[in-house]
């Protein structure tokens, strides 16, 4: 079973430094601290409300992964203002999402079934611009054929329903597990890579590194804060280990 590559989302170091105005934690050195601690990239969420990451954040991490050969994940809405912004920056990947003013995180998958004609055109010309782009959405088999129709390479299958069903000990669980399983199937079956994030921790990770179709996880929340007791690089390191372990115990 081929390895399985973690993203690190940093945005909520930079929630923390905005939290006092001042230059203090730097995302940019999380950035770092997490390619040396195993990440095999680096994920951004550059908001419209500019909650934590910045438009400067954005040009130090595109210069620091472009020199470090490491690929920035930018995570973006489907505006014109974003649009030029990755325009601008070409980071290796764009993760278009959904997102609204008032929630506290991303709240669901981007109706791409529902937003052919004003996705399509966006899925287009970052593709043209030499930008891998990937669709943050549910683990439904119409939004994954609405996908495939628009010209992504890739989806990220929202995680946070099944992460959330078994901190909660729903019985909705295994449910939400299949179908992320299933999703992910039919998602390699219409030649789309598979990503998967949002809400995964310790506790579930592993079911979800065993789905044989993922080729990467995002993770960003549960590491920033897991390292204010253990610190980054250990964070990430035992992510990174169960990861791992998973996978091998899946191909034995």
Request: glycine content about 8%; hydrophobic content about 45%; proline content about 4%.
């Amino acid at each position: 079973m081929n390895r399985l590559r973690l993203g690190v989302n940093i945005d909520h170091v930079a929630t923390i430094r905005n939290a006092r105005g001042s230059s203090y934690p730097d995302p940019a050195r999380a950035a770092e601290l997490a390619l040396a601690a195993g990440a095999d990239g680096i994920t951004a969420h550059l908001r419209e409300d500019r909650r934590h990451i910045s438009d400067a954040d954005i040009e130090v991490l595109s210069a620091l992964t472009r020199k470090r050969g490491r690929p920035l994940n930018f995570e973006m809405a489907v505006t014109d203002e974003m649009q030029a912004i990755a325009l601008k920056h070409r980071p290796h990947a764009c993760c278009l999402v959904p997102e609204r003013r008032e929630e506290r995180t991303t709240e669901g998958g981007l109706d791409v079934a529902g937003g052919h004609n004003r996705i399509a055109p966006v899925v287009t010309s970052l593709r043209d611009a030499g930008c891998r782009v990937s669709l943050f959405i549910e683990a439904d088999p119409a939004q994954v054929a609405a996908a495939a129709k628009v010209g992504a390479q890739v989806i990220e299958l929202h995680t946070g329903a099944y992460c959330d069903a078994v901190r909660e000990g729903s019985p909705d669980a295994e449910r939400l597990l299949r179908q992320l399983r299933q999703a992910a199937g039919d998602a390699v079956a219409q030649g789309l890579e598979v990503h998967a994030g949002h809400g995964i921790d310790y506790e579930t990770v592993r079911p979800i590194a065993v789905i044989p179709e993922l080729a990467e996880l995002n993770i960003g929340h549960f590491l920033i804060g897991e390292a204010i007791f253990t610190g980054l690089v250990p964070a990430i390191q035992r992510m990174r280990a169960l990861m791992d372990e998973a996978r091998a115990e899946r191909a034995a």
